[in-house]
């Protein structure tokens, strides 16, 4: 079975979709990664961010938060990207870049797109054409790299 993608502006997220995206980001980046942060950080529901969806059977097996350019110059960010342990083995983390790439390049055609990987990920994000812009840093303990496309 396939996901059906939802590509949304923050305004039009319903509290069901918001709930879900909080509550696997939270199972994920907090419990699962056992990394305590801040993770409802103000961002989400700025400006023209967008959040990207992945939903099979109602249920959220997927996401990326997607973060419009503040300038001409800057790039949109990727982030939160996430899979849910019940879906890993699928190639959902594929396609969700797939889709994500596309939405960045839909709505910022013009703009670069950034990411915070996470080190053991750099092979991945290379495969959508993602190159490392700085050398690898700590954020919440866990080895990052930035990288652009």
């Known amino acids: 079975m396939k996901p059906e993608w939802h590509d949304l502006h923050h305004t039009e997220l319903n509290t069901a979709q918001l709930y879900q995206l909080l509550a696997l980001r939270s199972a994920v980046f907090v419990v699962e990664q056992n990394c305590p942060y801040q993770d409802a950080d103000g961002i989400d529901l700025l400006g023209e961010n967008r959040h990207l969806l992945g939903m099979m059977d109602n249920k959220l097996v997927a996401c990326a938060r997607l973060l419009a350019p503040q300038t001409d110059s800057e790039p949109v960010k990727i982030g939160r990207v996430i899979v849910a342990s019940e879906a890993r ?29 996470q080190a053991h990920l750099q092979r991945f994000y290379a495969g959508f054409g993602f190159t490392p812009v700085s050398d690898t840093y700590l954020e919440d303990a866990i080895p990052h790299i930035d990288m652009e496309r």
């Open 89 to 117: 083995g699928l190639s959902l983390g594929n396609r969700l870049m797939e889709q994500a790439v596309d939405c960045c390049e839909q709505h910022w055609p013009q703009h670069k797109i950034f990411l915070s990987a």
